[in-house]
């Protein structure tokens, strides 16, 4: 199964907009998506609550993980989603 290992960018983690933002996009793959933190239990992607469960701060590094066809497009898009800073995005759209 393809993963990815990437550290959240989005100064607030992965908590309110930018998680919405990631669950929103890992919902719109074409693949089931799961991200978790270090040895824990992997949960859905495409859950809000259970991505919020996470509790990952900026700069704690998650592993994404996808399995099917397109999953490797779907890996690259999400990592692109989560290195980001979603915040400072919001703050320069404003």
Same mark, same amino acid.
């Given at each position: 199964?393809?993963?990815? @290992?990437?550290?959240? =960018?989005?100064?607030? /983690? *992965?908590?309110?907009?930018?998680?919405?933002?990631?669950?929103?996009?890992?919902?719109?793959?074409?693949?089931?998506?799961?991200?978790?933190? =270090? #040895? !824990?239990?992997?949960?859905?992607?495409?859950?809000?609550?259970?991505? *919020?469960?996470? =509790?990952? !701060?900026?700069? @704690?590094?998650?592993?994404?993980?996808?399995? =099917?066809? /397109?999953?490797?497009?779907?890996?690259?898009?999400?990592? #692109?989603? *989560?290195?980001? #800073? *979603? #915040?400072?995005?919001?703050?320069?759209?404003?």
């Amino acid at each position: 199964m393809p993963t990815r @290992t990437v550290s959240v =960018g989005s100064a607030s /983690g *992965l908590h309110a907009r930018p998680a919405a933002l990631f669950v929103a996009a890992a919902a719109a793959q074409p693949v089931r998506v799961t991200i978790r933190v =270090g #040895d !824990k239990r992997p949960v859905p992607a495409n859950s809000m609550l259970s991505v *919020l469960s996470l =509790g990952a !701060k900026r700069g @704690t590094e998650v592993v994404i993980e996808a399995e =099917g066809q /397109g999953a490797e497009a779907a890996l690259d898009t999400l990592a #692109d989603l *989560l290195v980001r #800073d *979603l #915040d400072a995005e919001e703050a320069a759209d404003a």
